[in-house]
């Protein structure tokens, strides 16, 4: 951990807050698996539907959703109270009330978009953009308050700011989205503003909020040597920067080779990252079976893959076959990279808050204290073990889907099969962190 920038566990938020979000996550996933299933039974069983051939189906843009706003950022947001108290020094400000509210329009707001799409509703389109929109913007400004606010500046607080900033825009484009669905003879349709939003989401949002967050917990939960001071203070900005040029470029001189080379820039920044943190891991200290960073490792070798197949498809060789390289590139890069690292992420941060706030529920009671479940059995190792190897089946299985679209049923079932685990996963602790809040009220009231 970096000596300048001490952590700080005075400022915990009540431990619902991010619980909440975690128990939430894996259950848009389950519905993203139980679509697919539907979808692929339909395909085998059913009529003439045709699955996987273009980006632009709504099947595409619906599952696309149910896990990029349901179950990455539910998460991101979770992990976001969190760490700004621990590594900020300060709560994000409005109380209970903004993570209720923030729950509360992510929640529903991605039920409307779901609906909205399968049923082309337009006013449902409207009420999702205004819910999503408002719920996402809510979680902006108070993290960007939050942050500007921090006791101390660091990389991490840095990123996350960049990452903030680039949720705002992301946000306001993926809005007019919606409305675009539903009103297109009013607003118009623009696809270049679907690639910008990407590009901000993906590299912004996503990208810049892994990258800060991972300056903290790879050190810390890994026992690894600390990123490199310079490297943590440049890669988040030049990354932002190169982001900026890329989209800008990109929308107006879409497919030149000037918004090739800026887009290649960007994921450039994202591989010498991905080197970096690799190189990090095996340096650890522990070298003991650890999922967390076998799910990184599936991360970064996915990025790879990810990143060689982006060069393809930028010189325009897979010809007829573009559109599947496409989705293909899409599931290696949401489900290949941003889930691995977030599932991964997940198994740490569970057991240590789940951890910190039963030890505060002893209040000092040491006998109490030693009562408590050690922090490698909250999550049982099994459990993560199985959860991996659904990960990896889930990616699998995934990839090949958008080849051999009869294979949805089966991909379907092992997405529903692994997010139920992580549902019982995460309820298990939370039903434990419950109890021992429970036992600690009976102790303490008279
Ligand atoms: C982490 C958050 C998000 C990520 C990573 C993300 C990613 C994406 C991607 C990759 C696409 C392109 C799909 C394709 O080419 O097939 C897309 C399209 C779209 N996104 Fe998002 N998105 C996110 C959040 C949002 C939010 C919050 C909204 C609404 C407020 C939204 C609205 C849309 C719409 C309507 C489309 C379809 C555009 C079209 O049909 O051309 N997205 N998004």
Redesign the pocket.
């Known amino acids: 951990m970096n000596r300048d920038t001490p952590l700080n566990f005075d400022f915990v938020p009540y431990w619902t807050i991010p619980f909440r979000f975690f128990l939430t996550a894996p259950l848009f996933a389950l519905i993203a698996g139980m679509a697919l299933s539907v979808l692929g039974g339909m395909l085998l069983f059913g009529s003439d539907t045709a699955l996987w051939q273009s980006?632009?189906f709504k099947e595409?843009?619906l599952t696309?959703?149910l896990v990029?706003?349901g179950t990455?950022?539910m998460v991101m947001v979770g992990a976001l109270f969190q760490v700004t108290s621990v590594v900020g020094g300060c709560l994000l400000p409005g109380g209970k009330v903004v993570p209720a509210s923030v729950y509360g329009c992510l929640t529903l707001g991605v039920m409307l978009?779901s609906i909205a799409m399968l049923n082309d509703i337009a006013w449902l389109f409207a009420a999702?953009?205004c819910l999503?929109?408002l719920g996402?913007m809510i979680l902006a400004v108070c993290g960007l308050l939050a942050v500007s606010r921090a006791h101390r500046s660091s990389p991490t607080l840095m990123a996350m700011r960049l990452s903030l900033i680039s949720l705002l825009v992301?946000?306001a484009v993926?809005?007019g989205?919606?409305l675009m669905?539903g009103y297109p003879e009013i607003v118009g349709f623009d696809?270049r503003w679907?690639d910008f939003?990407?590009l901000w989401?993906?590299a912004g949002?996503?990208g810049l909020l892994i990258m800060g967050v991972s300056f903290q917990v790879i050190p810390m939960f890994h026992v690894t040597p600390s990123f490199n001071l310079n490297f943590q203070r440049w890669t988040p900005v030049v990354t932002f920067l190169t982001l900026v040029a890329a989209s800008v470029i990109d929308f107006f001189y879409a497919g030149g080779a000037v918004s090739s080379a800026a887009k290649g820039l960007l994921l450039a920044c994202f591989g010498v990252y991905g080197i970096q943190v690799w190189r990090l891991l095996n340096k650890r200290k522990r070298k003991i079976e650890d999922v967390t960073v076998m799910l990184w490792k599936t991360a970064i070798s996915s990025l790879m893959g990810f990143m060689v197949i982006q060069v393809v498809l930028e010189c325009g060789w897979f010809g007829i076959v573009n559109e599947k390289a496409w989705l293909l590139n899409?599931v290696l890069l949401v489900f290949g990279v941003i889930v691995s690292v977030l599932g991964g992420m997940l198994q740490k941060i569970i057991p240590f808050l789940s951890y910190l706030h039963m030890q505060r529920f002893c209040a000092g009671n040491f006998e109490a204290i030693k009562s408590l479940p050690h922090m490698r059995a909250i999550l049982q190792i099994k459990h993560s073990r199985y959860f991996y190897r659904l990960h990896l089946s889930s990616l699998l299985f995934l990839m090949l889907m958008i080849l051999v679209p009869e294979v949805t049923l089966v991909a379907g079932l092992s997405l529903c099969l692994e997010f139920s685990l992580l549902f019982y996963m995460t309820a298990r602790v939370a039903v434990m962190v419950w109890k021992a809040e429970r036992n600690s009220l009976v102790v303490n009231v008279p």
């Open positions: 980006r632009w595409v843009i696309l959703h990029t706003i990455v950022t978009f999702a953009a999503l929109v996402l992301m946000i993926g809005g989205l919606l669905h696809r679907t939003h990407l989401g993906l949002w996503v899409g």
